[in-house]
């Protein structure tokens, strides 16, 4: 198993891409450490993972506060090390109104948050990886800092994210450390209209429409498919691995849009 031995933190864990991800990492041989903000939703993953033969434990941690990030990043370094960490909390996007009609708040509620989060969880993971001599740190957004009209928030905190990564990565490295990301958007499974709500209120989709606009995704990729939260997971796990020990500083794009 590609993950065998290793310590897996995942902030947002409580989100569906945060599920599968630590689905595939416990099925890789993962010892996986869910944090999030809601209990019951941590203890429904990681039931389904143990069921499965998987190893996880949960705990209720707010990526925003340094102090309860570094108190559980102890607590799992104390098991055997910390060899994953991943942030994948919520930040807040506002997407589908146009940047000259949006409020200030929307437009950097994002930003903030999703910096904030990243920069928080990996610099206390990069601590700790820096001391044993090994570890990744992994990062996931929309790859949408390139030129991606509509999308509101979502493509300046990603350009963020997308810098902090690769300074990480330059500072890090000596230390054995990897720091990797992960451009993914538009995953079928992922796609409700609750959750499409979320970042634009005015979005009110039926089944037909919510299709409609899966079919619209599919068709600008360059494959003219969308890619599945399996994949994506899949990526995260060959990311993780030593199998992508040569690689540091740059983001795999799984969504490959045809604006890539």
Do not use: C
Request: no cysteine; net charge negative; aromatic share 4%.
């Amino acid at each position: 198993m590609m993950l065998e031995g290793k310590n897996a933190i995942i902030y947002g864990a409580g989100g569906p891409v945060g599920g599968g991800i630590a689905k595939a990492f416990a099925r890789e041989g993962a010892r996986v450490f869910l944090t999030g903000r809601g209990q019951d939703k941590l203890d429904r993953l990681a039931k389904e993972i143990t069921e499965a033969g998987g190893r996880a434990e949960t705990a209720v941690v707010d990526a925003l506060d340094e102090d309860a990030v570094a108190e559980h990043a102890r607590s799992v370094a104390a098991q055997g090390g910390i060899h994953i960490s991943l942030n994948l909390i919520s930040r807040g996007d506002v997407q589908g109104v146009p940047l000259m009609r949006m409020a200030a708040d929307d437009f950097t509620r994002a930003i903030t948050k999703g910096v904030t989060a990243t920069f928080i969880t990996a610099k206390v993971a990069a601590r700790h990886m820096s001391e044993q001599g090994s570890g990744v740190i992994l990062a996931f957004n929309s790859g949408s800092a390139h030129s991606s009209p509509m999308m509101g928030s979502t493509g300046p905190a990603d350009a963020a994210i997308d810098t902090f990564i690769r300074n990480l990565a330059l500072e890090v490295g000596p230390n054995g450390v990897r720091v990797l990301g992960i451009w993914a958007a538009g995953i079928p499974e992922t796609l409700t209209p609750e959750r499409l709500a979320t970042v634009n209120s005015d979005m009110q989709l039926d089944e037909a429409a919510l299709e409609g606009l899966k079919n619209n995704l599919a068709a600008m990729r360059m494959s003219k498919r969308s890619p599945s939260l399996t994949e994506v997971a899949e990526v995260a796990v060959f990311l993780a691995s030593d199998r992508s020990s040569g690689m540091t500083g740059t983001f795999t794009n799984v969504t490959q849009m045809f604006t890539s």
